[in-house]
């Protein structure tokens, strides 16, 4: 069963919809036992960075979360739910859960590009990606962030785009997977990405 974290700053139901529709026992839940009990998590997330953080805060779910990832259950964090994992974020000067090394940054206002990044936008692809198995080049992806994460780590970081600043969008661990672009909202590819992911 897939948990889909509940903490009030997330767009549920949309992801909810995608996996059934792949056919994937799915339940949106800040249930503990139920969460470590999943076979995979996923950690949704759109709106302000520090709201996020006071609301997870506010659910007890912190802990759980940790240990979701320390115990090597498949993690899925998608938009505000990748920034999430990181160190730091320069919207309303937060710490995040510190999982991942990096800053969230905001994308520069003099680029002469429309902030936020709304609509599609083409992968990068850096190196071989267990989430794109069978999504064909550098597939169209479908965004809505002003800010974007910068990992320390670039080996971890599957695959970027160019909006005025090189941005970190997809990101794989041994078990953690994060999309700043939203998978739901993605067509065919964001579906290849969450069947991808339920079969990990």
Not at 21 to 31: H, M, S
Not at 58 to 87: R, W
Request: net charge negative; glycine share 8%; proline share 5%.
């Amino acid at each position: 069963m897939i948990a889909i974290l509940n903490y009030d700053a997330g767009n549920l139901r949309s992801v909810e919809k995608a996996f059934q529709f792949l056919g994937q026992p799915v339940a949106i839940t800040n249930d503990p036992k139920t969460i470590l009990e999943a076979t995979r998590v996923v950690l949704p997330g759109v709106g302000a960075f520090r709201d996020a953080m006071d609301k997870l805060k506010a659910s007890g779910l912190i802990p759980v979360i940790h240990e979701v990832i320390n115990k090597k259950t498949p993690f899925l964090g998608i938009c505000l739910g990748m920034q999430l994992l990181y160190d730091y974020s320069e919207e309303g000067d937060a710490e995040g859960l510190g999982i991942l090394s990096g800053t969230v940054r905001r994308f520069p206002a003099d680029s002469g590009l429309k902030i936020p990044q709304i609509g599609w936008n083409r992968l990068d692809v850096k190196r071989p990606s267990r989430l794109l198995s069978g999504c064909e080049g550098s597939p169209y992806v479908y965004f809505v962030h002003s800010y974007y994460v910068d990992a320390a780590d670039k080996n971890t970081v599957t695959a970027q785009v160019t909006y005025g600043a090189c941005a970190d969008v997809l990101v794989e661990t041994e078990n953690i997977f994060l999309t700043q672009f939203h998978p739901e909202k993605s067509g065919h590819t964001g579906l290849t990405i969450l069947h991808n992911f339920a079969e990990v």
